[in-house]
């Protein structure tokens, strides 16, 4: 699986926009990059995915450069709910095999402040 | 409510009992999985089974056995643990096939051997 790198920790004000960044540089084509999000002793939750284009969902935007060696996830108006460590995870696009393993890696610890 | 659910949410077991965690799934999916959440490490995957049948086996011990009798109940057989076994148990399900894999996970059982 094709290695990601995300900040150990980053802060956000309530109601701000939170971009929490991913590098990938050797991700393959044919491979997609998933978000995940973990909330404290809870189990993760998926949030989005995308190939190429950039992604919308109701919980929140993926933008990928166009290298696609970079990712960001924004969640648009944080609140304190969205406080959780959120893994950014690629994995490739065909099915069977042990493609559809999941690679956690230590993820980013965002926490929504008041 | 991801559609996965877990019982127990806790355990405390001895190092010569035998227990047994169970998932099932109502989401119609056909892949189950078992992953192991130590404090302060990532999400390490225990057992993967893809039509009942386990397709991985990442190197687990021998006194954690799983057992998949249908694609929606899938369980993990404890006995003779030990402390270290301590952690977070999350089972996962997803639809294998096609190009998405989204994974969803239920809430946990956290197990505590003494």
């Known amino acids: 699986d094709a290695k990601t790198t995300q900040p150990t920790s980053m802060d956000c004000a309530e109601g701000r926009a939170a971009n929490l960044p991913c590098n990938h540089s050797?991700?393959?084509?044919?491979?997609?990059v998933y978000w995940y999000r973990q909330i404290h002793s809870q189990g993760p939750q998926y949030i989005i995915h995308g190939l190429k284009n950039n992604e919308t969902n109701e919980m929140a935007s993926l933008i990928i450069t166009e290298d696609r060696k970079s990712s960001t996830l924004i969640l648009p108006h944080a609140t304190l709910r969205d406080t959780a460590v959120y893994y950014c995870i690629v994995r490739p696009v065909n099915s069977g095999g042990s493609n559809y393993k999941l690679t956690f890696g230590k993820g980013t610890l965002l926490t929504v402040n008041p | 409510e991801t559609g996965v659910t877990q019982t127990p949410r806790h355990l405390v077991m001895g190092m010569t009992n035998k227990k047994s965690l169970k998932c099932e799934q109502h989401l119609g999916h056909n892949a189950m999985y078992w992953y192991k959440q130590s404090a302060k490490k990532p999400l390490e995957l225990m057992f993967v089974?893809?039509?009942?049948?386990?397709?991985e086996n990442n190197s687990v011990p021998s006194r954690f056995s799983p057992e998949c009798p249908n694609s929606s109940h899938l369980f993990l057989h404890l006995h003779t643990l030990q402390p270290e076994d301590s952690a977070l148990y999350l089972c996962?399900?997803?639809?294998?096939?096609?190009?998405?894999?989204?994974?969803?996970f239920g809430p946990g059982t956290r197990l505590t051997v003494t």
């Open positions: 996962a399900s997803s639809q294998a096939g096609g190009t998405s894999h989204e994974q969803y």
């Open positions: 089974y893809n039509f009942k049948e386990q397709t």
């Open positions: 050797t991700i393959s084509g044919n491979e997609y």
